[in-house]
């Protein structure tokens, strides 16, 4: 208080002292100068004044914009808050942010140029919180354009969604290769075991549902607002895988630390060629993107350790797998072989039906493993629990041995075949789990699928 005082009585009296020179000397001046003075001074303010107009138009113009984000996020953190743990709630909640949703697009298409203007620097506010964003000087500019280039391209592949519908993009082939690249550059670096600090989410299979994939970042906010960690089995199956994989690596790119995504066993071109993907690149972009996408499953991590705690990967356990550093030294890149370690951590499902530790699996692949291999290995890693996908189940997640193990589906009513819930599990940041729930879009009548299910 102290200081601000005294610079007060620093500034007065020099400002005093100015105005009473300038009057002395004013009564000094003969009328003519007086008068050009006067005039000079009249037209640099009316110039003054020409440019603060063009300028307030601008700024006017950014401010209304502004505004109305401004109240755009606070209604969604609003609803955020609002947000009841209750899965019923959860999905009315989906509906308010689907309707602001379609708001902010009306004003999107109205005020193009400006929108921009501000979206890019909020682009920029968000990379500079960004924990891995370590920009070198001389690559800034470059770091600049491409930050806007993904920017565009997230902007893009969130209007996919209009309402209830979710339309199908055009996507041009050098827009997929640029983001294939850039998140080629930034996976390949990653270990074969992520290690990732709490709080997060975790999300299991997805397969090209790509509104429900929407869905999920509508209700638990986009990164780098959240952490998320999805197990694979992006695509195949669902209409819009690329959509579903673009949007992933796109925030993979531009949040490095707060999105990790792991290899389910679809991240493979043999299966891709089964069941959809191949196809869909095919007719909407290219065989030769195809190719690329291989290249980049080839390089995904395996696996993830929560604090030390929570093991998290898409299958399951293997006969191959003692202790959880054998994970980081599985060499990429890699296809997924036939059998041993890796094709088992892709491939396996727990079992109830076991007398013995292992045993076959209904897909003709890898094995089955039984609630004893789950307690001794967790016992032996010092983990909590194993967290894994893979598998449909009716509520969207469901445990086994005890609660040493979780499988989590994301994808609700998959594959317009099942009437299953989606699951999504968040790890506090006291290790403390919580589930939240997708529920399917439509209800299906009569019999009720069997709870768990082997799809491949
Ligand atoms: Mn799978």
Redesign the pocket.
């Known amino acids: 208080m102290e200081n601000a005082e005294n610079n007060n009585i620093d500034n007065e009296p020099k400002k005093k002292g100015k105005k009473v020179k300038k009057e002395k000397k004013g009564k000094k001046f003969l009328k003519k100068q007086k008068r050009e003075e006067e005039e000079k001074k009249r037209q640099e303010e009316l110039e003054k004044e020409k440019n603060k107009e063009s300028n307030d138009n601008k700024d006017e113009e950014i401010k209304n914009e502004e505004s109305s984000k401004t109240k755009d996020n606070e209604e969604k953190e609003k609803v955020k808050d609002n947000k009841p743990q209750e899965t019923e709630d959860i999905d009315t909640s989906s509906k308010k942010l689907n309707n602001e949703k379609d708001d902010e697009n009306e004003i999107n298409t109205n005020s193009i140029t400006t929108d921009n203007k501000e979206e890019d620097e909020k682009e920029k506010e968000n990379n500079n919180e960004d924990e891995n964003n370590n920009i070198i000087n001389d690559d800034e500019e470059n770091e600049d354009n491409d930050n806007n280039n993904i920017s565009k391209i997230i902007k893009k592949l969130k209007k996919a969604r209009v309402g209830s519908i979710c339309q199908e993009l055009t996507l041009r082939e050098g827009e997929c290769d640029y983001v294939i690249d850039k998140a080629y550059q930034i996976l390949k670096n990653e270990d074969s075991m992520l290690r990732i600090t709490a709080p997060l989410y975790i999300c299991g299979?997805i397969h090209g549902q790509y509104y429900d994939l929407l869905r999920v970042f509508d209700i638990l906010d986009y990164p780098p607002k959240s952490k998320f960690l999805f197990l694979?089995?992006y695509v195949d199956r669902g209409k819009q895988s690329l959509e579903c994989l673009l949007l992933l690596l796109c925030l993979k790119i531009k949040y490095p630390s707060k999105i990790f995504l792991l290899r389910?066993?679809?991240e493979s071109e043999a299966l891709n060629k089964i069941y959809g993907f191949y196809d869909e690149c095919k007719r909407r972009v290219s065989v030769k993107c195809f190719k690329k996408i291989t290249n980049l499953f080839n390089i995904l991590p395996i696996t993830a350790l929560i604090e030390d705690n929570i093991l998290c990967m898409?299958g399951g356990l293997s006969k191959d797998l003692n202790n959880i550093e054998q994970l980081n030294k599985i060499a990429r890149p890699t296809e997924i072989p036939d059998e041993g370690l890796l094709c088992d951590l892709v491939w396996s499902d727990p079992s109830d039906e076991l007398s013995e530790n292992f045993g076959e699996n209904e897909r003709n692949i890898s094995v089955t493993f039984s609630k004893n291999v789950v307690e001794e290995f967790t016992e032996r890693n010092g983990l909590d629990l194993i967290c894994r996908?893979?598998q449909v189940v009716e509520e969207g997640f469901q445990f086994f041995a005890g609660m040493k193990l979780i499988t989590i589906f994301t994808a609700p009513n998959y594959a317009g075949e099942f009437d299953n819930n989606g699951g999504i599990l968040e790890v506090g940041e006291d290790l403390l789990c919580k589930m939240h729930v997708l529920r399917p879009n439509i209800e299906r009548k009569g019999k009720r699928k069997r709870i768990t299910q082997l799809v491949n």
């Open positions: 299979d694979g089995d389910g066993n679809h898409h996908a893979h």
